[in-house]
C-alpha cells in the first residue's frame, strides 16, 4: 500500500522560508516523477513544481527563483524549499508521485502572513 506522509507546513510571515517534505512508503523500485501542487481556499488545484527520477525540474511561473524542490532517491522523499513566501502562497500544498498511477499526500496548510 502506498502511503504519502507530508511535513513542514506552517505559518510564516512575508518574506520568511519554509521547507516541506513528502516520504513515499510501500514502493519497490524507482518513482517516476515527483511534485508538489497546492490549493487555495475556492481555487483549483495547480502545479508548483515536478521533478523527474532524472533530476529535471518545472516549475510555476509563479515560483520560479523562490522555490526549490528536491529528491532523495534512497529515501523516496521529495522536498520544496521555499523561500521569500507571500501571502499568495498561502494554500494547502499536496505533494504526488506517479509510480504506475498517481498517489497523493493528504497535504499540508502553509500560511503567510502580510
Known amino acids: 500500500q502506498v502511503q504519502l506522509v507530508e511535513s513542514g507546513g506552517g505559518l510564516v510571515q512575508a518574506g520568511g522560508s519554509l521547507r516541506l517534505s513528502c516520504a513515499a512508503s510501500?514502493?519497490?523500485?524507482?518513482?517516476?516523477?515527483m511534485g508538489w501542487y497546492r490549493q487555495a481556499p475556492g481555487k483549483q488545484r495547480e502545479l508548483v513544481a515536478t521533478i523527474t527520477s532524472g533530476g529535471g525540474t518545472n516549475y510555476a511561473d509563479s515560483v520560479k527563483g523562490r522555490f526549490t524542490i528536491s529528491r532523495d532517491n534512497a529515501k523516496n522523499t521529495v522536498y520544496l524549499q521555499m523561500n521569500s513566501l507571500k501571502p499568495e502562497d498561502t494554500a494547502v500544498y499536496f505533494c504526488?508521485?506517479?509510480?504506475?498511477?498517481?498517489?497523493w499526500g493528504q497535504g499540508t496548510q502553509v500560511t503567510v502572513s502580510s
Open positions: 510501500g514502493i519497490i523500485g524507482s518513482i517516476n516523477t
Open positions: 504526488s508521485i506517479r509510480w504506475g498511477p498517481t498517489y
